[in-house]
């Protein structure tokens, strides 16, 4: 079985948003654990990493939040994108998709093809 890793640097805000597109509004403990949960459980979210990412998002306005009451009645900050944090995903979405196909050409790059 493999351990779990850190999300890697620069990958957290594309988690963060793309999560609260597909189910809405979520506290920050809910989207860590969903972010775990979509890895198979193979990332693990650092709380000390996701609640600053969390106020950069809203300061920039990609996210909104309110305070409401968990599943276990507890006082939680549950966040929502906005229509600024879905064009934010979108760009970001065409980016990784075109270091995805950038990396892959490389990783599978033999030398006759290049010469």
């Known amino acids: 079985m493999s351990q779990k890793t850190d999300v890697k640097q ?5 988690m963060v948003l793309k999560t609260l597109e ?3 509004s979520l506290h920050g403990y ?3 654990r969903r972010i775990e949960q979509i890895s198979g459980d193979l990332l693990s979210v650092n709380q000390g990493t ?17 305070w409401g009451a968990s599943e276990n009645n507890r006082r939680a900050r549950y966040y ?3 229509k600024a944090g879905r064009r934010h995903l979108q760009s970001e979405l065409r980016d990784w ?4 196909e950038i990396m892959a050409r490389f990783l ?8």
């Open 50 to 66: 996701l609640y600053p990412l969390l106020l950069k998002l809203e300061q920039e306005g990609s996210i909104d939040s309110d």
């Open 97 to 100: 998709q075109q270091t995805t």
């Open 22 to 24: 597909v189910l809405g």
């Open 30 to 32: 809910g989207i860590a």
């Open 10 to 14: 620069g990958t957290l805000a594309l």
């Open 80 to 82: 929502r994108l906005t």
């Open 108 to 115: 599978s790059a033999r030398s006759e093809e290049l010469s």
